[in-house]
Each structure stands twice: as structure tokens, then as C-alpha cells.
């Protein structure tokens, strides 16, 4: 994982092994080189999209015909075993742009509701630290909170299912969960300051997400940097093209 040999990329790999299993591809022995361009384990579906990506090459290298969705599933089953994932997988398999997830369940069963961008929407984020899924999705607490705050969310967006609710609602999410640090409470401050439309914690890691236009990424992106270099800040735009495996026929 970005050249990094000893790094446990257990969902990865336990996404391949299902894969292999189930197709009684016994004896396959393959080496996968990834390159992920987020923070891990921050709360930008990093796994999800590793995991994802990996059994859809390994399915293609190994000659395992199937359509996106079944491999969609070992990926899927990977972060439910593992721990590390909210069903992700369900949306980056064959999604994309902004919107949420309003039906849970594995690829092909849940449902996602995706929202129109308005043209230079940029997302900017600050990343401070890496947050293991399992302190907050094994405490009974946190899990009953977040299914109250859930539910509210869910309700405002469907009545709305525009931008402006569900980052808004986002906002109103983290901010109530309780889960944000003294570090990320600051970024979000500073990212409103600056001019963000809106701005939250990521779900769940020590890193925030900051939505503005492209007029004021840059104001945005230079208030999260003066927090100096411990403080990770990247650009993005919102994405428009699905998961795929290139020069295939699965898209």
C-alpha cells in the first residue's frame, strides 16, 4: 500500500481472499500494488475504495467473470468482517457525485440518492489523524447515538434531498455525535471563517470536510494550513465518474 510492504491492509486482502474462495481459484497466488490518494483511515472511504478496487483486479487478472455488483459484494462482506467500513462499498461501486445512502444493505440492496453539484462546488479537507472505526462502532453508546442522529438526518434530507440539506444536516450530525477533537473542532471553525459553506467532521476519522465553491477553495484551503504541517489539506472536486476496471468491459 503506497509502497509500503509491512502495511496491514487487512480489508484489502480479506477481499481477495473471498473472492478467490468463492471461485475456488485454489493456488492463486498474485501481489497487489496500490496507490490511494487519501488519508486512511480518516473517514474518506479509503477502504471501501481500496477494497473495491482490488477485487476488481484481481477478478480480472485471475480470468473471474462477473458482473460489478458480485464483486462489489466480497468487498462489501471485507469491511463488515473487518470493521471498516459504513457500506461505503454499496455507493463507490457503481456511483458517483454527492448524495447519501437512504436505504442500508450490500451492493444492489441498499439505495443511494444522489443530489445535483451546482457547476465549481470544491471540497476542501483537513486531515490531522487516523480514527480506528472499532473504538466508536463497538461501544454501545456511540452506536445508539448514532442511529438517533441518523434517523433525524435521514428524515430532513429525504423531505430535501438537496446539497445544502444534507451537507448542512452533515454539520448537524458530527457536531451532536460527540466524537470531535479540539483539533478538528478548530478546523471546521476556521474553514467556516474563511468562507466554507459548510463544514463537518468526517465520518469517522480525525479530518474534516469543507464545501465551498471555487472562488473561496483557496481562502479555505490557506486558514486550514496555517495550523502548520501537521495538518494534511487537499483539494477536490466532486466526482463524476464510476469505479471501474480500465480497458474492460465492466463499467
Known amino acids: 500500500m ?7 491492509a487487512r480489508t484489502t ?18 501481489q497487489i500494488d496500490q496507490t490511494v490518494g487519501t488519508p486512511i483511515g480518516a473517514g474518506f472511504g479509503a477502504s471501501a475504495a481500496a477494497a473495491t478496487s482490488a477485487v476488481y483486479a484481481a477478478a480480472a487478472a485471475a480470468g473471474i467473470l462477473e458482473p460489478k455488483r458480485a464483486l462489489a459484494l466480497y468487498a462489501h462482506r471485507a469491511e463488515v468482517i473487518e ?8 455507493v463507490v461501486y457503481d456511483s458517483a457525485g454527492a448524495g447519501a445512502i437512504t436505504v442500508p444493505g450490500e ?3 441498499s439505495r443511494f440518492v444522489a443530489v445535483d453539484v451546482p457547476p465549481g462546488t470544491k471540497i476542501v479537507t483537513g486531515y490531522v489523524a487516523s480514527f480506528d472505526k472499532k473504538d466508536a ?5 456511540i452506536s445508539d447515538r448514532i442511529n438517533s442522529l441518523g434517523r433525524s438526518s435521514l ?5 430535501d434531498p438537496t446539497l445544502d440539506v444534507l451537507a448542512s444536516e452533515g454539520e448537524r450530525f458530527s457536531g451532536r455525535l460527540g466524537l470531535e477533537s479540539p483539533e ?5 471553525a476556521a474553514g467556516k471563517g474563511a468562507g466554507a459553506r459548510y ?11 469543507c464545501v465551498t465553491d471555487a472562488d473561496a477553495a483557496g481562502k479555505v484551503s490557506a486558514a486550514l494550513r496555517r495550523f502548520g504541517p501537521g495538518v494534511r489539506v487537499d483539494v477536490y472536486d466532486v466526482g463524476t465518474k464510476k469505479a471501474r476496471v480500465l480497458g474492460s468491459s465492466h463499467r
Open 155 to 159: 428524515a430532513a434530507f429525504l423531505a
Open 107 to 109: 451492493p444492489g440492496v
Open 137 to 141: 462502532l463497538s461501544s454501545k453508546a
Open 199 to 209: 463544514a463537518s467532521q468526517n465520518m469517522i476519522g480525525y479530518s474534516v470536510h
Open 2 to 8: 503506497n509502497g509500503d510492504r509491512g502495511y496491514d
Open 184 to 188: 478538528v473542532k478548530k478546523l471546521i
Open 13 to 30: 486482502r480479506r477481499a481477495v481472499e473471498l473472492l478467490l474462495a468463492a471461485s475456488r481459484k485454489t493456488g492463486v497466488s498474485m
Open 83 to 90: 470493521q471498516t467500513g459504513l457500506g461505503t462499498v454499496s
